[in-house]
């Protein structure tokens, strides 16, 4: 019998992390896999390879990350907000693309 290769990433989003009554929604390769609130964390359950990662909420988003899975790899990711509530105009415009912050641990 031949076993179905697989890896897992588990996105951790910290606590105290604005907007707290706000989900992210986890992206994997474009496709939208979960949402996570603060304080809480989420396991996906993908292939090997590579695969790009990022978050978002609303037009706001991290950074992508690009993972090379081994098979039967489990990497964690830790993602935060990186917004100063005084720099709105900074994080609807120019900084839009890092709202998010995000790291592999």
Known sequence: MRQVASAQIRVERQAGST????????????????????????????????????LKIDWLRSPSLELDLADGQQIDVRCWSDANPFAWPYWLTVGRSRYIGIEAL
């Open 19 to 54: 907007p707290w009554l706000r989900r992210y929604t986890v992206v994997l390769d474009g496709n939208n896999v979960g949402r996570v609130n603060q304080g809480e964390s989420i396991t996906i359950e993908t292939g090997p390879g590579r695969h790009d990662l990022h």
